[in-house]
């Protein structure tokens, strides 16, 4: 009996590690873009490109769904999630106000160990290109992961888990975004003055300031997709 529930136990602990596993590489080829807006997510396929089974996937599959990365249709299956102005603007105005909150709170519980860790950050941020050419934007992936810690820094210390799950998620969704405005705007944008910019109303307690230099942040990536109709289709004004 002991011997059949350590197997069971063993059994649903691989699976659930190879759905994780499924999970993590879906969100890495959505967020790429390697897997395109409203593109059909058909199974067999996937069972083919993640070598994996159909039980795995469908779990990873129902994660993305709850994150807003896929979507399911009635009858018809997983779609990548489509992308749109109105969404766009939606996600935007919402992420201001729940990392503005989760900031404002971060700072009032600031410790001198957290404001190390956001000046530590925002250093190793400085010490990687944004493109990996000079001549033309190629991506580089460690900026963009020093970027996100940056970022997480910035509301991690809230007091709330909820809440930075929540911001996460909202990161991943605008990540998609983010990567078309990219190409039209790491020429001419400062970024590095805007990160700069928090932190140093940071490092003065000066919680509102902060909130408003993230808001313009994200406003202004939101901002460059939102005025180019040449972005992407997806993207196109109403008439």
Known sequence: MNEAVTSSTAAAHAASTQASGVYEQLREDLLSGHLKPLQKLRMRFLVDA??????PLREALNRLTSGGLVE???QRGFYVKGISRSELAELTKTRCWVEGLA???SLAA???????????????????PRSLSAERFEDNPEWERRHRTFHRTLIGHCGSSSLIAFCEQLAD??????RLSIRVAFLSR???DEHRRILDAILRGDGEGAAEH???HYEATAEV???DDTISPGLSKAP
Not at 112 to 128: N, S, T
Not at 173 to 178: A, E, G, K, S
């Open 190 to 192: 400062q970024v590095a």
């Open 72 to 74: 399911c249709r009635d």
């Open 225 to 227: 997709l939102l005025s």
């Open 110 to 128: 600031s410790t001198p160990e957290w404001e190390e860790a956001l000046v530590l950050a925002l250093h190793r941020l400085g010490k990687v």
């Open 173 to 178: 969704q605008l990540y998609r975004y983010r």
């Open 50 to 55: 993640y070598g994996t089974g159909q039980t």
């Open 103 to 105: 900031l404002r709170e």
């Open 214 to 216: 993230l808001t313009a």
